[in-house]
């Protein structure tokens, strides 16, 4: 059984900062958040802009981190797999220009 998070202000804050500058969604991804959670933030900050957030939650800065560490991972595994690739085509019709120039 998983147990509830729980956010500080500053925490939400920061998030819906992020939400005016990029997709709703990404922000979701990066911090493994659902978008219902950010749109009664908004709400919430909307109706009660100087009582809104108020009590003591725990950051899930952790967690946020460790997801964005793994999203990278899996990104610069794509890209290196991609490089290998690369080289490999390269390398080949390299050895095929190689082996024309012999025969003239």
């Known amino acids: ?17 992020q939400a005016e ?10 911090h493994n958040l659902h978008p219902n959670m950010i749109s009664r933030w908004k709400k919430e900050l909307e109706q009660y802009p ?3 957030f108020k009590g003591k ?18 990104q610069l595994y794509a890209e290196n797999a991609f490089l290998k690739k690369a080289i490999q085509v390269v390398q080949e019709r390299q050895a095929e220009e190689r082996l024309l120039r012999c025969i003239k």
């Not at 059984?1 to 900062?17: A, H």
């Not at 500058?21 to 990066?30: F, G, I, L, Y």
């Not at 939650?57 to 899996?74: D, F, S």
């Open 1 to 17: 059984m998983t147990t509830k998070r729980r956010f500080d202000r500053e925490f939400k804050l920061q998030i819906l900062q």
């Open 21 to 30: 500058h990029k997709p709703v969604a990404e922000v979701c991804r990066e």
């Open 50 to 52: 100087k009582d809104a």
């Open 57 to 74: 939650g725990n950051t899930y800065k952790v967690e946020a981190q460790l997801a964005e560490a793994q999203r990278l991972i899996g």
